[in-house]
């Protein structure tokens, strides 16, 4: 049966349950994304949102052309809870593939294999396998599979183990570093966060397991069979993609891409000067300040790509750049990223046309433009709605750093929920200065613009 049609079928006699199928998602604007914090899944480092299974749902959400909505869980009970009641669509979480989740659960073809380890610091006295356990003492948070395989382990080896109840307002993560400080003695996390955890806390060992290993994958609903073919479709594609193995690099083997500075000739701010000289009049732009976007996105490197899967000089998503011309090679390459990234800005810019002043109306194309127009547009509703002016930037940006904050994002008029504002602020501000570098009427104020090299005489 074609799986279009499944969403047709009802049982006769039953009114039929609110769908909400890949259809729907794209029709709403929106991929509601439920997962929990910790240090593989999803995590804020300085003010940037982070984790591996994040950032492969944000491409997973420009394959299909929507942004994401994040629903951040307290525990993994919370997470199906909230899949189940409809809260969101997909679980972007190494979810265990159990039997009884399977029952209620229907789980994408990419999985991974993981199991428990127990967390301790390295030393003389430190347990080496689980008949050592007896008469030691092991923290876990009360009512999950740890705490669950801590006491059918404490049978297996006669008794002896003494198991803590952590506060439900531990995350794993936090456990894991009280371990490390000596707080508690030892704790239980799966072995790929645990693996995460050791790249910066050295003196743990996780060395011994206590469990089976076990199938994790994302989840969603039973209901949703296009959504999960989807996920399946794209999933094949991504693990061949440059993007995936950026993102195993950074997260799995605890590196990052060299970050690549093209060579600049004298004289020049950038290699490709004639580029955006050509393409600066579509959209009425100094050259100057395309080419200050680009140096912030990529620094000039036209083989960039980032941990979200913006790729290329001008760091465009595949979906969006796919709408302006490019494909898998013109990406990568110089003039057809500018010219589609120049056609992207002008449709920003008729978003915008109610902002007069053109310097205003520029800054918030750049938020527009590293963000998504999505959570400006949510800002500035704000703004509106608390009797300021919505067409001023530092206005705006004040209420896009409120839309980390729930009496904010939750509001009525904010379409697109929760946000962390801090990296697209200080984008904004980065660009600006890197445009008055090359202007020579400021020095550049982060240290990052400090890479970007001075405007000489012949370039104003």
């Known amino acids: 049966m074609c799986l279009w049609a499944l969403l047709a079928c009802s049982r006769a006699g039953e009114e039929p349950a609110a769908v909400r199928d890949l259809p729907q998602i794209v029709e709403s604007g929106e991929l509601r994304v439920i997962t929990m914090e910790n240090s593989l899944s999803y995590f804020v480092s300085g003010d940037e949102d982070m984790g591996y299974e994040y950032d ?68 003389k006295t430190m347990v080496h396998d689980v008949t050592g356990l007896a008469g030691k003492t092991v923290w876990s948070k009360k009512n999950n599979k740890y705490w669950e395989r801590l006491h059918n382990l404490n049978e297996e080896i006669g008794g002896g183990i003494v198991i803590k109840a952590a506060p439900d307002s531990l995350s794993i993560d936090q456990l894991v570093m009280m371990v490390s400080k000596g707080e508690i003695p030892m704790t239980v996390a799966d072995v790929d966060l645990a693996k995460m955890s050791r790249m910066t806390l050295r003196n743990l060992d996780i060395s011994v397991q206590i469990g089976l290993p076990q199938a994790m994958a994302w989840a969603v609903r039973k209901d949703a069979p296009l959504l999960l073919q989807s996920l399946n479709e794209w999933g094949d594609e991504v693990e061949q993609s440059r993007f995936y193995k950026q993102l195993y690099a950074k997260y799995a083997k605890s590196r990052y891409y060299k970050d690549i500075r093209a060579q600049i000739p004298k004289g020049a701010i950038s290699p490709y000067d004639d580029l955006f000289k050509q393409y600066a009049p579509q959209i009425e732009w100094d050259w100057r300040m395309l080419a200050s976007l680009a140096f912030n996105e990529s620094h000039f490197d036209t083989n960039a790509v980032s941990s979200a899967g913006a790729l290329g000089m001008m760091q465009m998503m595949p979906g969006t750049g796919a709408k302006y011309g490019l494909d898998s090679a013109t990406i990568f390459q110089a003039e ?42 949510d800002a500035r509703a704000l703004a509106a709605k608390y009797g300021e002016n919505p067409n001023q930037w530092s206005i705006a ?31 904004v501000n980065d660009v600006f200065d890197t445009y008055n570098k090359y202007l020579g009427n400021v020095a550049a104020k982060s240290e990052k613009n400090d890479d970007s090299p001075p405007a000489t005489n012949d370039q104003q």
């Open 56 to 123: 492969l749902v944000r491409n997973y959400a420009d394959h299909i052309g929507v942004p994401v909505k994040l629903i951040v869980a307290r525990s993994i009970n919370e997470m199906k809870q909230l899949l189940l009641d409809g809260a969101g669509d997909v679980i972007a979480y190494r979810y265990a593939c159990s039997r009884k989740n399977r029952e209620e659960l229907a789980f994408v073809n990419r999985t991974m294999q993981s199991y428990p380890v127990l967390v301790q610091q390295r030393s």
């Open 336 to 377: 057809p990223a500018i010219a589609a990234a120049v056609k992207y800005i002008g449709w920003l810019d008729k978003i915008y046309l109610a902002v007069d002043d053109r310097e205003e109306r520029i800054k918030f194309i750049l938020a527009s433009y590293n963000a998504g127009p999505a959570h400006v547009l």
């Open 397 to 427: 940006e004040k209420y896009l750093m409120l839309k980390s904050e729930p009496e904010y994002y939750n509001d009525t008029v904010c379409t697109f929920g929760y946000f962390r504002g801090n990296h697209t602020v200080r984008y």
